[in-house]
């Protein structure tokens, strides 16, 4: 089968490589992809928004099948352009991916079907949104409705930064466009947890749940970014509470949108707080969580590209998922000055050394391009470092010992992931336990 996958970042390289697993792998283009995505098939210049071109490949390369990694495509319509042409894709369509590019109708939508999630408002003027926070004693929550890379989200202990932070997204404009509209909501605790599943409308396969970190620094402190570093299986969704997630979550959200338009076909990304209330949805996304993939896909022992297809023929019910019983543990390897800004250029050296010699690593490029014979930076998150082990410390010992051998000017990274749940394994059982799925 020939596959043309739009996307360039560590998310990409991780479903090119499982892609790439596949015996039914004829040929894999990218579009743009990166210096990972290159050694895997061709990499097509251009941007994975434009529509048109990723047309003109589809058709050029008598593609058979297109995955969409990221949600600006997804957002911009490329599925329903593809469905209109008649070739095959994988993803949400326009309207289905409003439950990621818009908050607001995300939240509305929660709010019809009784979704658990945290109370919340939306507003469009600052002068209405400083009278509400004004109001409240306890914590809030700011959010940016459109698209703002994971970024758009401000959470203030403070009630009075909630104000500060009104003003700066809908005053300031420090998001754009994107800050049009806020959503404020409830300051929720608990621990997090990213469940993934792929669905084509009807059946809905769980993928084992992700910890993400989406904060810069280690201790969960600094900025919010795309996403340092995960671990999978998270352990955090036991079979009871996955149950109850099935019924109150995915089950009417998955029949609202086939109701309102076609049925839900790709991922849906279900970003959850496990709180002392039961666990309440954060955020919809609809696409693969990034680092999430890269710690989820080489576990996974099910063919990826089977599954995506059987999602697109809408025969998901006849795919057994199996996986690895390994743990996986990913660490994201950034540019100095992420994510207010990074340096491209940067030449990287170690990768072969970090990569060399073990089945159980996987060096993901994320921002990654080859100049000349070298390979050097090109974005923010520059790699991801993924390790398997017999538990979270072992797969975490070795990720930590692999990212070392890496350098690049400015490099950082959280020295913290999956360090709580490593240390609980060390104590107590030496095996993961299954979750999700
Ligand atoms: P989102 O992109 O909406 O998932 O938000 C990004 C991150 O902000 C989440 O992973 C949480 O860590 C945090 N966050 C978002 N909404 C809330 C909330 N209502 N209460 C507490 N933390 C939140
Ligand atoms: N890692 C969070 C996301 O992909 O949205």
Known sequence: MRVLLIGSGGREHAIAHALARSPRLAALFTLPGNAGTAALGVNVPGDPCDIGLALDVARRE????????????????????????????????????????????????????????????????????????????????????????????????????????????????MFGEAGRQIVVEELLLGREASLMVVTDGKTIVELDAAQDYKRLRDGDEGPNTGGMGAYC???????????????????????????????????????????????????????????????????LRTDFLDLAEAAVEGRLEQVDVQWDDRAAVCVVLASGGYPEKSTAGLPISGLRDAATGAEDVFVFHAGTRHEA??????????????????????????????????????VHYRRDIAADVAAASDSAAPDISRSGG
């Open 62 to 173: 008598g593609i058979d099948l297109t995955v969409v990694g990221p949600e600006d495509p997804l957002a911009a319509g490329v599925v329903d352009a593809f469905q209109a042409a008649g070739r095959r894709i994988f993803g949400p369509t326009r309207h289905a991916a409003q439950l990621e590019s818009d908050k607001a109708f995300a939240k509305q939508m929660m709010k019809m079907l009784a979704v658990p999630t945290a109370e919340s408002r939306v507003f469009d003027t600052y002068y209405l949104a400083k009278k509400y926070i004004a109001t409240r004693d306890e914590g809030v929550v700011v959010k940016a409705a459109g698209l703002a890379k994971g970024k758009g989200v401000i959470v203030c202990p403070d009630p009075a930064d909630g104000i500060l932070a009104a003003e700066n997204i809908l005053e300031k404009k």
């Open 233 to 299: 299986p998270s352990g955090a969704i036991d079979a009871a509470t996955m149950r109850g997630i099935e019924s109150e979550v995915l089950v009417p959200i998955l029949a609202a949108i086939g109701r309102e338009a076609a049925p839900y076909c790709g991922v849906l990304y279900v970003g959850l707080m496990l709180t002392a209330g039961g666990p309440k949805v954060l955020e919809f996304n609809c696409r693969l969580g990034d680092p999430e993939t890269q710690a989820i896909l080489p576990r």
């Open 373 to 410: 014979d070298r390979v050097v930076t090109a974005g923010g998150r520059v790699l991801g470092v993924t390790a398997l082990g017999s538990s979270v410390a072992a797969a975490r010992d070795r990720a930590y010992e692999r990212a070392s051998q890496i350098h690049f000017e400015g």
